[in-house]
């Protein structure tokens, strides 16, 4: 049920997918790995569309280097976890849904823990070893990740449907280089925007997804593609869906 105030919040968009898609919006679960310079942008869409529980993890307190793109923390912030102060923001944002952001290091003894109850899991992470992580816990629990990178003005997205799509192994066979990147505060922002419409299009179940699809994005050249990606059936991760203790869920379809 909506109040008054609910009501009007979401009233333009309620145009488009009616109060049976708010409905379902205020009930669906999403969980954030991260939340910096992508996790920012991610988290502060889907509050503001009514996303009814979200559910953010990471382990980083504020510095003064990240506020050229970590949209959600501020000067007074500096010093503070990143949890605690995404949590306070989404919060202000929209009073009218659940926030919980834990300050912990994501593992493989705590992923599926953590993003268990979740009906679709997103990716705002700057390691590939954690990514890794994420999309093994998607295969496992049946619900769709939504990747995205950045580096520079440059950025990436694609959504991975378990046992329907390519996953993450199939598209990265090799974690690159671990290192201190370079990047402008507009990348975060355009591909964390582009992950959080995906994350919608998934819980509505309406559009199409960045399905077998890697978006890429060319800050400086305003150029945006989309290539083709396949699963491979010798892949570590997704080659033998037999063994994934959920039964894969219709979401994202």
């Known amino acids: 049920m909506f109040n008054e105030n609910e009501l009007q919040r979401y009233q333009r968009q309620m145009m488009i997918f009616d109060r049976d898609g708010q409905e379902r919006l205020k009930q669906s679960r999403v969980f954030i790995a991260g939340a910096g310079g992508l996790?920012?942008?991610?988290?502060?869409?889907?509050?503001?569309?009514?996303?009814?529980?979200?559910?953010?993890?990471?382990?980083?307190?504020?510095?003064?280097?990240?506020?050229?793109?970590?949209?959600?923390?501020?000067?007074?912030?500096?010093?503070?976890?990143?949890?605690?102060s995404i949590e306070e923001k989404l919060r202000e944002i929209n009073p009218y849904i659940n926030v919980i952001a834990q300050s912990l290091t994501i593992d493989e003894k705590n992923i599926m823990d953590l993003a268990k109850d979740a009906d679709v899991i997103v990716d705002a992470m700057d390691s590939y070893n954690i990514r890794y992580l994420l999309n093994q816990a998607a295969l496992r629990a049946g619900v769709p990740l939504v990747h995205g990178a950045i580096r520079g003005f440059d950025g990436?997205?694609?959504?991975?449907?378990?046992?329907?799509?390519?996953?993450?192994?199939?598209?990265?066979?090799?974690?690159?280089?671990?290192?201190?990147?370079?990047?402008?505060?507009?990348?975060?922002?355009?591909?964390?925007?582009?992950?959080?419409?995906?994350?919608?299009?998934?819980?509505?179940?309406?559009?199409?997804?960045?399905?077998?699809?890697?978006?890429?994005?060319?800050?400086?050249?305003?150029?945006?593609?989309?290539?083709?990606?396949?699963?491979?059936?010798?892949?570590?991760?997704?080659?033998?869906?037999?063994?994934?203790?959920?039964?894969?869920g219709e979401s994202c379809k």
């Open 39 to 84: 996790g920012c942008p991610i988290a502060l869409y889907l509050a503001a569309a009514g996303v009814g529980h979200i559910y953010i993890a990471d382990k980083d307190v504020i510095e003064q280097t990240n506020l050229n793109r970590q949209v959600l923390h501020w000067e007074k912030d500096v010093g503070r976890t990143k949890a605690s």
């Open 156 to 248: 990436q997205v694609t959504t991975v449907i378990p046992g329907k799509t390519a996953c993450l192994k199939c598209i990265f066979t090799l974690a690159p280089p671990q290192e201190i990147f370079p990047v402008i505060g507009v990348a975060p922002g355009i591909i964390g925007l582009i992950q959080a419409n995906e994350v919608i299009k998934c819980l509505l179940r309406i559009g199409e997804p960045l399905a077998n699809r890697l978006l890429v994005w060319d800050g400086l050249n305003a150029n945006m593609e989309t290539f083709t990606v396949k699963r491979r059936d010798n892949c570590e991760a997704c080659g033998d869906m037999s063994d994934l203790t959920k039964e894969i």
